[in-house]
């Protein structure tokens, strides 16, 4: 789920090992828009503490915008957006699921499921290769295959906020 597309796969291969190097992870890689305009959009975020200041943004989109202007992956002109993942950040790999369990997620299938593609709850981890989820609407938890997830993130709360309100913190006085 880091990359959708063949576009946004070739452009994640060519941008990893510059994001490696600063020290960053690559957690999404997105191609938005039309012909005219499109936004090649790269979320991603510091291995050590899973944060991404301005600093960051800016060394790693000087860095991929050499490496993508080589590899030259999107036909045409477009705009490069680099950004932190966010409080709202997308779940794009399994660990995701365990990192921020406790917390409440969106997730939508690939396909339906009693009726329904889109779900919300408590994520409660992982077990096997199932996203275990305390849906909100209902009294048990369920378990959705990871392969049937096209797309999760988390959804605002004030235990998000507080998390994010000590992180800022800590970077402050570092």
Known sequence: MRAKT??????????????TQLGLVIVRVRLFGREKRKI???MAERASDHQMGIKDCTSLSRAIS??????DPIDGAFELEVSSPGLERPL????DFERWQGHTAKLELDRLVEGRRRFKGVLA????D?????????????LMPYSWISDAH?????????????????????
């Open 66 to 71: 050499a490496v993508i202007d080589v590899e």
């Open 125 to 128: 981890g992982l077990e096997d």
């Open 92 to 95: 794009t790999v399994r660990a």
């Open 40 to 42: 090649l959009q790269i």
């Open 154 to 174: 988390l959804v605002m709360s004030d235990a998000l906020l507080k998390l994010n309100k000590t992180v800022d913190t800590k970077e402050t006085k570092t």
């Open 6 to 19: 063949t576009i946004e796969q070739k452009v994640l291969t060519a941008i990893e090992p510059s994001a």
């Open 130 to 142: 199932n996203v275990v989820i305390d849906l909100e609407d209902e009294r048990e938890s369920a």
